[in-house]
């Protein structure tokens, strides 16, 4: 039998000429500790007035954080002004950081580095919305990054530089906003809907986001 963590996964291996009944779906959870926590005030300082965006992980070739970088850069020539707030890290970490001070943003972002995983639903409780991104890839379009688990479980509401499988989800869950890869315009339109959302809004985004962690995820 092969285990798959993502649907997308099936059509992929009956390709492969796997038979269809060796095949069985089983999607990753996120650890008991990943859930809706307060804030806690240790990590006020982090934070700033106004919406403040989390992205939380590998800073790579993968997560297309050139796409980020472009978003904020169009946002700010917009006038909206968006507090990035990055942990983790990653190969491609300082040539971000350079491309977003060659752009004039480094008061937009936060770099802060790695932490525990299991302090990362406080620091998820600080953040208006969650942002993952994943760039174009067949197989990336095909699978649920942990991360997305770990997000829903602790009831944020989601942007998304994503598509496939991850874009499906958060659609259907109604958790938040998503755009195709690559696309930095329309990923800075997509934050702009999200910062004209009323807090009860904005509320109901988070809400649909654990409810379908806990339909379709939980442990």
């Not at 999607?27 to 919406?51: H, L, R, S, V």
């Not at 796409?67 to 890290?89: C, M, P, Q, R, S």
Request: aromatic share 16%; net charge positive; hydrophobic share 40%.
């Amino acid at each position: 039998y092969i285990i798959i963590q993502s649907k997308g996964f099936h059509n992929f291996l009956l390709k492969k000429n796997v038979p269809s009944n060796k095949i069985f779906y089983i999607p990753n959870t996120a650890e008991e500790f990943y859930k809706p926590e307060n804030k806690n005030g240790k990590y006020d300082y982090m934070f700033k007035p106004g919406i403040n965006l989390l992205f939380a992980g590998n800073i790579g070739e993968a997560q297309d954080f050139n796409t980020l970088i472009n978003a904020a850069k169009i946002l700010y020539e917009k006038n909206f002004n968006i507090n990035w707030v990055i942990f983790g890290d990653g190969r491609l970490k300082q040539k971000s950081f350079d491309l977003v001070k060659s752009f004039g943003l480094e008061g937009n972002f936060n770099f802060y580095g790695s932490f525990p995983s299991i302090e990362m639903p406080y620091l998820f409780s600080y953040a208006d919305a969650l942002i993952i991104s994943l760039k174009k890839s067949e197989i990336f379009a095909i699978t649920i990054p942990s991360k997305l688990q770990s997000y829903f479980a602790c009831e944020k509401g989601i942007i998304g530089s994503v598509e496939g499988v991850s874009e499906d989800i958060i659609k259907q869950a109604n958790a938040g906003y998503t755009s195709k890869p690559g696309l930095p315009e329309n990923l800075a339109d997509n934050i702009i809907k999200f910062c004209k959302l009323s807090s009860i809004e904005r509320g109901e985004l988070a809400s649909n986001a654990r409810k379908y962690y806990l339909k379709e995820f939980d442990r």
